[in-house]
């Protein structure tokens, strides 16, 4: 069965430091990847999404980026934090070469910048 | 084109009553709808799916209403319990939408016993 694993499971970290948040997948080969965020009783927003290796499509502009370095991981990164970048961050995975998107959240990151 | 409404924010039912969420949908190319639980802390769990071709989708206490024409579709909890308790997003996506889901606002809901 496939399973998918975030960490840190919470993190504090100072204004203007850097992020680096890591997801990986088990269990499936080519998965398609993403990374939400979610504000305090808000909804989903989706940050970034990967269909394979090195290819990162990117939904907001922002203080974030992503890489996918391996089939199964996906890193979450800033150079620099901003006080609004805190939030639940959610890594998600569905099926890759299939017609519908069903996804699959992992357990998230709580972030809470200072 | 891709907004997912979702309605009411909130929901209070009584223990055995009916939760009833409703989600409209603007883009006619979308062709998959999950409904996602999510409780406090913890990623949102795939709950249950409709396609357009069935217009209704039950398992176990839960059933999606889909009515394609209205462009809208619904969550129903049947004899709601405590333990459902949380927070539900609807979501539309499908080969059209490439590889995303839309989602909806959330919806939070307590069930009183």
């Known amino acids: 069965s496939q399973t998918i694993h975030q960490w840190p499971a919470t993190l504090v970290q100072p204004v203007g430091s850097p992020l680096s948040l890591e997801c990986t997948v088990e269990?499936?080969?080519?998965?398609?990847l993403y990374w939400y965020r979610q504000a305090a009783g808000r909804g989903l927003q989706l940050l970034f999404y990967?269909?394979?290796?090195?290819?990162i499509s990117s939904e907001v502009p922002q203080n974030l980026s992503a890489s996918r370095p391996q089939d199964r991981q996906f890193i979450l990164s800033s150079k620099k934090l901003l006080l609004s970048d805190s939030g639940f961050y959610l890594c998600?995975?569905?099926?890759?070469?299939?017609?519908?998107?069903?996804?699959?959240f992992g357990p998230g990151t709580r972030l809470t910048v200072l | 084109q891709q907004q997912v409404k979702q309605s009411p924010q909130s929901l209070i039912v009584q223990k055995g009553g009916i939760s009833i969420i409703n989600c409209a949908y603007e883009?006619?190319?979308?062709?998959?709808f999950p409904w996602y639980q999510q409780f406090p802390g913890k990623g949102p769990a795939l709950l249950i799916a409709?396609?357009?071709?069935?217009s209704e989708k039950k398992e176990g206490r839960f059933t999606i209403s889909f009515n394609k024409s209205a462009k809208q579709f619904s969550l129903h909890i049947m004899d709601s319990q405590p333990g459902d308790s949380a927070t539900y997003f609807c979501?539309?996506?499908?080969?059209?939408?490439?590889?995303?889901?839309?989602f909806g606002g959330g919806t939070r809901v307590l069930v009183k016993p």
């Open positions: 998600a995975w569905s099926p890759g070469l299939v017609l519908y998107n069903e996804q699959f």
């Open positions: 269990g499936t080969s080519n998965p398609n």
């Open positions: 990967s269909v394979g290796i090195g290819q």
């Open positions: 883009n006619t190319a979308f062709d998959y």
């Open positions: 409709i396609r357009p071709d069935v």
């Open positions: 979501a539309a996506g499908g080969k059209a939408a490439g590889n995303k889901l839309t």
